[in-house]
């Protein structure tokens, strides 16, 4: 009997195993043991990189900084020497007036163009009202030629305009670039070389009015190194060192520049 029933338990565990055998899912496992399911090849972006074109777009600016001047001499005619009291005439000479310009702050402006995603096109304008003492060397005219020697203390309106290229050795926010330029440099050093224009006012009596100036335009070359670091897609900062030589008379005047600049980009 109990024969019986251990036969019957088999035979029910058996038919069990059967059942589920068939009615289970396979799996890939179970088909084929060395099976890997298939990876996601395309990583997960984690950080933002900054993509902004600057192809076809417009760079506006506004600069200021410190600006550097070597010593320089230029030619100065018909300086007004000596002022005499009407009818006597004026004393003029002819000479080179050596300039000593102190270091000064300076103000200008700018705008590019960008040709290609690096390569963009710039013009700019700059202006300082540094103070200097001058040395004149010279002979009196129109007349005996006397030789003059005077020294002055005084300020002079220096303007400059620059066409540059300039190319960016890297794209994004931060952005390192080389720039080559040439221009003019206006001086104008505030020395009178003219006659003093007289009126004359029934109130005040005798008045003397400005003068014509010792002044001078110059060409100049440039060289500039610095980077640009954008803050947002279109506003930036900028750093940079501007080597720049005027062509004077008797040297190359070399004077040198830390710009520092915010823009808008467009």
């Known amino acids: 009997m109990k024969t019986k029933y251990t036969i019957l338990m088999a035979l029910f565990a058996a038919a069990a195993l059967s059942a589920h055998a068939q009615t289970s899912v396979p799996t890939p496992q179970s088909v084929a043991p060395d099976y890997t399911p298939p990876q996601n090849t395309v990583p997960m972006q984690t950080t933002y990189t900054y993509q902004n074109p600057h192809a076809n777009t417009w760079d506006f600016y506004l600069m200021t900084g410190a600006w550097f001047f070597e010593r320089s001499t230029m030619n100065a005619h018909h300086v007004l020497y000596d002022r005499v009291p009407p009818p006597a005439p004026d004393i003029y000479a002819d000479g080179k007036l050596k300039l000593n310009m102190k270091d000064a702050a300076f103000f200008g402006f700018g705008a590019g163009y960008n040709i290609t995603e690096q390569l963009s096109v710039h013009i700019q304008f700059a202006y300082a009202n540094p103070d200097y003492t001058a040395t004149f060397d010279g002979v009196t005219i129109g007349g005996s030629s006397t030789p003059v020697h005077s020294t002055v203390r005084f300020d002079a309106d220096i303007s400059t305009g620059d066409l540059a290229i300039r190319y960016d050795l890297l794209t994004g926010k931060f952005r ?21 224009y007289y009126w004359w006012d029934w109130y005040w009596g005798g008045y003397y009015g400005d003068a014509p100036t010792v002044d001078h335009t110059y060409f100049t070359l440039g060289a500039t190194v610095g980077a640009n670091y954008y803050f947002t897609k279109n506003f930036f900062g900028q750093l940079s060192y501007t080597s720049n030589w005027a062509n004077m008379p008797h040297n190359w005047m070399h004077n040198q520049r830390i710009n520092v600049s915010v823009g808008l980009n467009y």
């Open 176 to 196: 390192p670039f080389i720039q080559a330029s040439l221009g003019f440099m206006y001086i104008d050093t505030g020395i009178p070389n003219g006659p003093y």
